[in-house]
């Protein structure tokens, strides 16, 4: 299974974005989807995450009320709309995927079986 995130980018405070999370190699309809950030010197966090018929989604306090999640298991891609931008968000993000995924441990990255390579987002104030 690959994950390949797109859409980062170098955006002032107060901008969007759009990230996405395409998956090959299967299917994963049946998969948590989450999405994670680095920033620098920093421990990789959680962002968000949605379960496989996007029901349940799930965000870290930073994110409630400017991001979304969501996701087209037909097209077996994920996204971030990332709203509001703050210089605070300037990560590296990556996407994940698992099954069989608690929703008490969906903050917790071990849960997750495959990652992406992580797409720069850089927010200038």
């Known amino acids: 299974v690959q994950l390949v995130e797109s859409g980062g980018g170098l955006v002032q405070a107060g901008a969007s974005l759009r990230l996405s999370c395409a998956a090959s190699?299967?299917?994963?309809?049946?998969?948590?989807l989450g999405w994670f950030r680095q920033a620098p010197g920093k421990e990789r966090e959680f962002v968000a995450a949605?379960?496989?018929?996007?029901?349940?989604?799930y965000y870290a306090d930073s994110a409630k009320g400017r991001f979304t999640i969501s996701r087209e298991n037909a097209k077996n891609t994920a996204y971030l709309q990332m709203n509001s931008l703050k210089p605070e968000d300037t990560a590296v993000y990556f996407c994940?995927?698992?099954?069989?995924?608690?929703?008490?441990?969906?903050?917790?990255?071990?849960?997750?079986?495959?990652w992406g390579q992580g797409t720069q987002v850089t927010v200038s104030s």
């Open positions: 190699g299967r299917t994963f309809s049946g998969d948590f």
């Open positions: 994940a995927s698992g099954r069989g995924i608690g929703r008490s441990m969906v903050v917790t990255m071990a849960e997750y079986e495959y």
């Open positions: 949605i379960t496989w018929n996007g029901a349940g989604t």
